[in-house]
């Protein structure tokens, strides 16, 4: 079995047996140093990991994944020496190297890391199953929380009696005392170990993968708990060390329910916001209203100052589940009603790319087959190359199976990892019918993408996000020009 | 028939006939003044005709209301000397006794007044009929606009045919282009008048009628448009001669429905968020957490800063209707889908008091009935006297039917007009079971207040806002306090 590196292509054989001689080497190379252990090397717990190697106290980090082909390209780019991450934000690379200079990352497959370490970090996945109709409506979901599960008895299997244990992965609420504290007290009980000694607690990060990746964990607020004193005490002395807090203080909550519901009450609330404007958009469009001058207007109130703007849809991996997660636990968990406001949000913006594409369809209808359309853009956020749960997504599949011919354009990326397509970063295109835009990249706001555009000449660009607003007069009069939520 | 002021209870006769001659003596008193006429004597019109009285511009103005119960009163108030308006802001008494002083104000209930007005400012209701089920539930609603309809009939009857009309009335969004626009070309043909002279312009109040009554309509940003350029221009030279716009600068809206939307848009989104945090107080108090805490950790995030915290409920005339107002246009004004967040907020905050109820009756079952429950508050809005559409009603009228004794405070009322109950302004009851904080009057949160409660001694105190969440070592440790949404 090999493990590829989407990053760059890199193909590594995914090992068999133990990793006790590399810890080994590794521990005795940093002999005096507090070991932290992150579990997960994803978008979180790599740069997390980076962030604890660079931090002013004397930590060795070992980074641990699975030895399976998605896991194991992330341990051994790491251990190669390369960068298991694409980043606008030079500061990971300079950490990356910088911990590799000073020897004390590392990164494995083995639970024997657990038995080691003072601190453990728990940054892996949990994923919401969603149930998708035709028009990707949501019909159903659900939380399965057999392998977050199993991934939190790996350590509690291995790690120290007096450990402390930091989940940072966004978890249904209710999970630090009602999941992962029964699993301690049955664990350390068969292990003979004092379930007083360990320490649980729960800090949720806001990390956001584009150029300010590091500052996002570094210098940012924090909010923490811990499932008795001892616990949050010890989580507050840990993130002391890898956070700014003379800056950004950190904010201690009363109970681990109470941090974890913080984490997807917020995420719930931008989600919400979002999905708020999207039906106000196709009213506007229908009602010939500028809904952008409408939402500027309302922006003077200083109440309504982060009333959102229309846009494509929503991607990434927080704001497409974090509602869901709350609702379920909020039924499962505690016995309350579904949070109707939260599923409806992730409901209304699973669908919100239909709506560009229904614009494209009234204004092309048959048309569309045979049209060369080009994308600006297959992230989910602007300058940055990240395609996990993209809103590009919908529309992408519909068009082509209308039979349009599609050309994918970001900056950001080389390739679409999840569908396993190339993307080009390279404008390279002699002609064009349609051009959309799908995020605002700084780069699609230049001379030289004006330019550009005015050479190759598209029938119509479907603006889907107000990226051209200021910039109407750049784009050649002879191409027709629709910004979604314009409706003037 | 008679019409009483709810304010100070004074009893007046509705006449018969028209008001030819006291309009006429207030014209010739008012010789070379442009003259403004005001539909419309309630919250907005009474105020919007004083701020008009005092502008820099020399204006006379004429208010006009019915000549009904419901509305005679108003203009014998006014006629007579005596503010139609109940405030604590002080300006709003001043404005009133400087136009009486002036003699620039005068009101009427005959249509003449149209006649001779400048510009004509409508500022009728324009209300939601709702269905609500047994669980207060919105299960249907409806817009009839012949009321409206009927009242702008009366201004275009009787108008110059180069007047001014500014629409402040919240109205369904596309009502000046799809309703008064067509109304103004037929009355105007049969008048044998130029349609094309009339100047017809939009432009919403954000009136808050607290402390800062005047000055929310004065000192306060403003949108504005028209059905043209020339009334958008009619609209903002008139606009800059009542409010300070090198303070506050108006926003121009390219049409009318623009400036519609955006009055029911920034409501439906306060609304939408106030909603949105009564699912989670729910879910808060079940999971033992502190959702208080949570809010300021939350709100350390510049783009959360302004999430809202738990409450009683919604009240007033506008939260409480222009959400559905806005799904009313979007389906039945442009054919477009109904705006399910704006109508779910509407459904979520009819609701919302049943929670403060639900938390009393599990407290104490049956026991509720024959105790005595003193409400610390009736009006819906803090530092206010305003009771439309309270949220106290309510779980007044449940804790009624469940036989308590309930003993209304509310240091800013009287009366509670719409039940047609007396309020007490004093604090006067020696002893009490129960005390229930609606709305976050500034007197409660005093000494005392905070020795009366003491001196009661109530066996409970229900804090449906968070009023007491600072003071929690100001009440007697005998006394139970429970704060909604404070689940620990």
New interface residues.
């Given amino acids: 079995m090999n493990s590829t590196s989407p990053i760059n292509g890199k193909s590594y054989k995914v090992p068999a047996g133990n990793d006790k001689a590399g810890i080994e080497s590794f521990i005795n190379q940093n002999r005096g140093k507090k070991i932290v252990v992150v579990q997960g090397l994803g978008f979180v717990g790599a740069a997390m990991s980076l962030v604890v190697a660079n931090s002013k106290e004397d930590y060795a980090v070992i980074g641990v994944d699975t030895a399976t082909s998605e896991g194991y390209w992330k341990i051994a780019s790491i251990n190669g020496g390369e960068l298991p991450l694409a980043s606008s934000d030079i500061k990971l690379k300079q950490y990356f190297d910088n911990a590799k200079q000073k020897e004390n990352i590392y990164a494995t497959y083995d639970n024997l890391a657990y038995s080691l370490a003072d601190v453990i970090i728990i940054d892996i996945n949990l994923d919401v199953e969603k149930v998708l109709g035709d028009l990707n409506e949501l019909q159903g979901y659900n939380v399965d929380l057999r392998k977050f599960k199993n991934a939190v008895c790996a350590v509690l299997n291995s790690c120290k009696e007096d450990v402390l244990v930091l989940v940072e992965t966004t978890v249904p ?2 999970t630090c005392s009602k999941v992962i504290k029964p699993l301690v007290n049955e664990i350390f009980m068969e292990r003979g170990l004092d379930v007083e000694k360990i320490k649980l607690a729960h800090s949720y990060e ?1 990390v956001m993968p584009g150029p300010n990746y590091i500052d996002s964990i570094e210098n940012f ?1 924090r ?1 923490y708990s811990g499932i008795n004193e001892l616990s949050a005490d010890a989580a507050e002395s840990f993130l002391k060390t890898i956070i700014k807090t003379s800056e950004y203080p950190l ?1 201690r ?3 681990t ?3 974890e ?2 984490k997807v ?2 995420n ?3 989600a ?1 916001n979002i ?2 404007i999207q ?2 958009t ?3 469009d ?6 952008y ?2 939402i ?3 922006r ?2 200083p ?5 959102m703007r229309p846009g494509l849809g929503v991607g990434g991996y927080c704001l497409t589940k974090d509602p869901l997660l ?1 609702s379920w636990a ?1 039924q499962e ?5 579904p ?4 599923v ?2 992730v409901t ?1 913006n699973d669908q919100m790319p239909l709506y560009s594409l229904k614009v494209l369809k009234e204004r092309f209808g048959e048309g569309l087959k045979g049209t060369k359309v080009l994308f600006l853009g297959v992230s989910y956020l602007n300058d940055v190359g990240d395609t996990r749960f993209t809103p590009v997504e919908l529309i992408y599949d519909q068009i082509k199976e209308l039979g349009a011919d599609v050309y994918l354009h970001d900056p950001y990326l080389s390739v679409w990892e999840e569908k396993g397509l190339p993307v080009e970063g390279e404008l390279n295109l002699q002609s064009v019918d349609i051009v959309i835009v799908t995020v605002s990249h700084k780069q699609f706001i230049s001379e030289e993408y004006f330019c550009y555009i005015n050479k190759i000449k598209p029938e119509f660009i479907l603006d889907t996000l107000g990226c051209y607003l200021s910039y109407e007069d750049k784009i050649d009069d002879k191409i027709e020009l629709k910004i979604i939520g314009k409706g ?1």
């Fill in positions: 609420p209710g806001r607020y909010v904010t909550l009363s109970n329910n109470a941090s519901i913080s009450l917020e719930s609330y931008r919400m999905a708020f039906e106000w196709e009213l506007a229908a009602a010939g209203v500028d809904l001058e409408v500027s207007a309302i003077m109130r109440t309504h100052k982060n009333i709350a909020s968990m505690f016995h309350c009603r949070l109707t406001q939260s409806a949000a209304i003037v």
